[in-house]
Every structure is written in C-alpha cells, then in structure tokens.
C-alpha cells in the first residue's frame, strides 16, 4: 500500500513569509504527528492529531500549528518565519493515537529553507 | 536539555568491523525504538523493545534494552557499507509521545 506523502518535497521562503506543508497518512491510518528534524536537535516532536482532534503538542511556539481532515490528511502551518525554522519536517502516521509501541510510518519530509 | 542521549554522534568505520552505538537517559521507559534513516528518506523502525534486559536480534544488528530501562544498544557485526545511515533511539512512556536521541551518523567505507 502507498506510504506516507508529504508535499513539497523542498521550498525556499524568507523571513516573515508563512508556509503550509502536507501530508496524506497511510490509508486506515488515523493518527498523524508532525517533527522538526535538525542536526543540531535531531528529532523534536511538534504535534499530534487523531481524528481531527489534537491530541499531544511539543514545546514549540504559537507560530506553529496544524490541522487534519476528515480523511485524515493533515497540514501543518508555520507563520511568521525565521531563519531558525529551517529544518526537515517529517510527518508519520500510524494507525491508532498514542501508544508507545506503535511504529511511526514515516514521509520522506518536506526540506524548508529560510533566507 | 537532550532526554536521549546517543553516542558516538558520528562514526565512520571499515567495512567488516563490528561497532556498538548507545542510547542513554536517565529517565526510565516503557519501550525503546531504533530507527534508521537513509539521505532523502525518512525514518524506518528497525525494533521495539519492551522488557527490560530483552534483547532482539535483526540478522547482524543486535539489540538491547538495559535492566532498568534506560538504556538501549546497538551492536552491529561485520558492518557493511549499506549500514550506513542515521541511527536514532525513540523512548515511549505510556501515552506520551516518542523522544528521539539526536541520532549517531554512521559511515561504513568500502
């Protein structure tokens, strides 16, 4: 079955410009969660969403936030940009909320640069 | 503050060698994932580990949970060049989300 699809793959954006990242979850996946991916941070945990709802949010500021539809296809948004948001953001689903044994099914990340 | 702390961050060995990469905290968990991501993709879960002390084995990689369940290794034997890719460690506490180690960047030369 198709796997995890975050769209774009790449984007370049300046400082104060807003953006929206997309990502369409395993089919029968309803839980989708958002990281910021750094090499100085590694892996940092932005969000959760399970049947539309937030479920789990990391200690990111308000500029960040996030949505995710009916069909489970979620989005994340970030305004205001800074030179420190860029990052990889990567998108996983799995099939239930929460659980700590669950596998992560991961997108291939959508790389965003800020000039 | 890192909850997960991997080392070495960066590795690079010969092809044939055996190497262990650790995952360490002082915080206990409930389960502990290993990841391996490869340039331009994203993570793939490679184990999950529950027990303390359990250890699992994935052909040449061998896992292991520390007794008190803060602590995780990865040994691999006999790496091979297409070993090479980011290492990371994931702790689970219950509802909570996953906390990923920064990663150890492994490099297996020919």
């Known amino acids: 079955k198709a796997g995890v699809t975050q769209t774009p793959r790449y984007l370049i954006k300046t400082r104060g410009q807003q953006v929206t990242l997309s990502c369409s979850p395993i089919s029968g996946h309803r839980s989708v969660s958002w990281y910021q991916q750094t090499p100085g941070q590694g892996l940092q945990f932005l969000f959760e969403y399970f049947s539309e709802t937030q479920r789990n949010k990391g200690n990111f500021p308000g500029r960040f936030s996030g949505r995710q539809f009916s069909n489970s296809r979620s989005e994340m948004n970030v305004s205001t940009l800074e030179l420190g948001d860029s990052a990889l953001y990567l998108c996983?689903?799995?099939?239930?909320?929460?659980?700590?044994?669950?596998?992560?099914?991961f997108g291939e990340g959508s790389r965003l640069t800020v000039l | 503050t890192q909850l997960l702390e991997q080392s070495p961050q960066f590795l690079s060995i010969q092809e044939g060698e055996n190497l262990t990469v650790y995952c360490n905290s002082s915080s206990v968990f409930s389960s502990l994932q290993w990841y391996r991501q490869e340039p331009g993709e994203g993570p793939v879960l490679l184990v999950t580990?529950?027990?303390?002390?359990e250890v699992k084995k994935l052909k040449r990689l061998t896992f292991q949970f520390g007794d008190a369940r803060k602590d995780s290794s990865l040994h691999i034997t006999a790496a091979q060049p297409g070993d090479t890719g980011l290492y990371l460690c994931a702790g689970g506490r219950g509802a909570q989300k996953l906390v990923f180690g920064q990663g150890t960047r492994l490099t297996i030369n020919p």
């Open positions: 580990v529950v027990t303390g002390g």
């Open positions: 996983a689903s799995t099939r239930l909320a929460g659980g700590d044994t669950g596998e992560l099914f």
